[in-house]
């Protein structure tokens, strides 16, 4: 039964022109930029929660969306039906990737052994639409947060009986994400961290975090699962300080533990700016240390203290988000996916699409314009040229490790005065609203 009865089969590309609010204004799939096709760039992705299950309760106030598909009394039913609409939407949407929990798909039962079951069913029914779409799985995750025996956390519980289920569901999730071929899989810590140190031993809990991924990581060698493991750094919510606090704290973490092999990297957005940085530091950060993954594509309020998962629509952010991922070489075997949501007040159905398009927009027109300011090297030259100093005379030295304090002490005493040379920061910034406004 088709649930998106106005939505044409296919959201087309019309142009910037075009007033079709159902249609693409910018992401034209096969629209070539640098050699690759936009498609091929972007591998734009859907978050089931968010886009299937949400509901638009806040703690204000009960569930504002209208979903057709919600109309099943039977959990199992519902997840059959939220099933079909899914790939009904993804079809129209011309989006190929798709991102899950465990949770998303399929309901808990009485026993882990029946909520396997329900996995089982429900994923035999995805693959089923997996085939006739083509539509693909970028990642799966497990909801270690969620169920009330997660109050203290997953892998870092205090309860060992805790970390034992979650080793389980964990195990469970990977066999289905290896099952539907998901190319990626994803730790999200959403209780990984704690509320007061007063109760909290914090260096156990850290140890422990580490064993379990070990553990992940044997276990993916064991049934050969291949795709890549990826961390997504949050500072808080929902607790008061998570131990994935940005991508330098999980950067670190992971070298510590002799984990940064096996791991990159899945930013957000959202997460970043409630970390105190900009999208662009937090995907930076990962790149230069050769660990950017994927990235969750969404905004925040930045008059709002907390994780509002809105649809990315600032071209500012998209473009030197863009430029980031270009610098990477790509996100491929990672995409973009839109872990966000319709706002409470955007609650029939074609909203989604409205989201979507606007969002996808954000990325093409992001793309094309950190594109052409890669091409242009006007940002690269100019931070080479302010860092010559270190390509020749004492600089070169400091680099080489040719001298240490006794020689630049002899060298600051002969040298004479110090010249700086201004960072220009408000030209820099006005060379992006360039390119920005002529793309």
């Known amino acids: 039964m088709e649930v998106f009865k106005n939505v044409p089969q ?14 693409f204004k910018y992401y034209n799939p096969e629209e070539k930029v640098g050699g690759k096709t936009m498609e091929e760039h972007l591998r734009f992705s859907v978050a089931y929660w968010h886009t299937l299950t949400g509901d638009g309760s806040d703690p204000f106030g009960m569930g504002t969306m209208l979903r057709p598909w919600d109309t099943a009394t039977d959990p199992m039913e519902l997840a ?52 006739e779409t083509g539509i693909k799985l970028l990642w799966g995750t497990a909801n270690l947060f969620s169920n009330p025996r997660f109050v203290h956390g997953a892998a870092t519980s205090p309860n ?9 569901q964990v195990k469970k999730a990977m066999e289905i994400t290896k099952e539907l071929g998901g190319e990626n899989y994803v730790f999200w810590g959403g209780r990984e961290g704690y509320e007061t140190l007063l109760n909290t031993d914090m260096e156990l809990e850290q140890e422990n975090f580490a064993r379990f991924l ?26 008061k300080h998570q131990y994935d606090f940005d991508a330098a704290t999980v950067i670190s973490f992971l070298k510590k533990y002799d984990l940064d092999k096996h791991f990159k990297l899945n930013i957000e957005a959202n997460h970043a700016t409630l970390a105190g940085h900009t999208f662009q530091h937090e995907l930076h950060v990962s790149r230069i240390n ?20 809105q649809f990315p629509t600032n071209i500012y952010e998209t473009t030197l988000a863009m430029y980031e991922i270009l610098k990477n070489g790509g ?58 100093s270190y390509r020749n005379g004492i600089g070169e030295k400091i680099v080489k490790g040719e001298v240490g304090f006794k020689e630049l002490e002899d060298y600051a005493l002969n040298n004479g005065k110090i010249t700086n040379v201004s ?17």
């Open 214 to 239: 070990h553990m992940a990581v044997d276990y993916a060698r064991e049934i050969g699962f291949e795709g890549q493991f990826l961390i997504e750094p949050k500072p808080k919510e929902p607790t």
């Open 423 to 439: 960072g220009r920061q408000e030209l820099l910034e006005s060379i992006v609203n360039k390119y920005i406004i002529e793309a």
């Open 160 to 168: 060992a009986d805790v970390f034992a289920y979650a080793a389980a």
């Open 10 to 23: 296919t959201i087309k590309y019309e142009g910037k022109d075009s007033d079709n609010p159902l249609a």
């Open 290 to 309: 050769g660990m950017l993954g994927s990235v969750d594509a969404n905004q925040g309020d930045l008059l709002l203290g907390w994780d509002t998962d």
């Open 331 to 388: 996100l491929e075997p990672g995409g973009l996916n839109f872990d966000a949501k319709v706002r409470r007040a955007s609650f029939e159905p074609v909203d989604l699409f409205y989201a979507h398009i606007a969002g996808m927009d954000a990325f093409a027109r992001g793309l094309k314009v950190a594109h052409k300011l890669l091409e242009s090297g006007e940002l690269e030259d100019f931070i080479s040229e302010r860092y010559k």
């Open 80 to 131: 059959k039906a939220r099933v079909r609409a899914a790939f009904e939407f993804m079809s129209k949407l011309g989006v190929k990737y798709f991102c899950f929990h465990d949770r998303d798909i399929a309901p808990e039962g009485r026993t882990l052994a029946e909520t396997n079951k329900n996995l089982d069913e429900i994923v035999s029914l995805i693959k089923e639409l997996m085939d």
